[in-house]
C-alpha cells in the first residue's frame, strides 16, 4: 500500500497543483474592478497553501519516509492546503 502511495506522490502531483495555483491565480488577477492590493493579498492567500502542498510532495519523494504516522500527517497537509487556500478565495474573497 505504501509503495502505491510514494508512486503517486512520484506521478506528478506537485506539477497538477502548480497548474491549479496558475489558474487560480489568473482568475483572481482577471477579475474586474478590484484594487490591486486585493489582488495581491488574495494572490498570496491562495498561493502559498497551494504551493506549500506542492513542496510537500516533492519533499516526500525525495525524502523517503518510514514512519506511517509520519507519513499520514504529512498526507494531510498535502490534502488539505489546496482545500484551504481555494476555500479562503471562494469564500471570504468574492
Not at 506522490?9 to 490591486?36: D, H, N, Q, T, Y
Not at 507519513?71 to 488539505?80: E, N, P
Request: glycine share 8%; hydrophobic share 65%.
Amino acid at each position: 500500500m505504501w509503495e502505491l502511495f510514494m508512486n503517486i506522490i512520484k506521478s506528478g502531483f506537485p506539477l497538477l497543483w502548480l497548474i491549479v495555483v496558475g489558474m487560480i491565480l489568473r482568475a483572481i488577477w482577471l477579475e474586474e474592478g478590484r484594487s490591486r492590493a486585493y489582488k495581491q493579498r488574495w494572490s498570496l492567500i491562495v498561493a502559498a497553501p497551494l504551493l506549500l502542498s506542492a513542496l510537500l510532495w516533492i519533499a516526500l519523494a525525495l525524502w523517503p519516509v518510514d514512519q506511517p504516522v509520519a507519513l499520514l500527517v504529512l498526507a494531510g497537509i498535502i490534502f488539505c492546503a489546496p482545500i484551504v487556500g481555494v476555500g479562503l478565495w471562494l469564500f471570504l474573497g468574492r
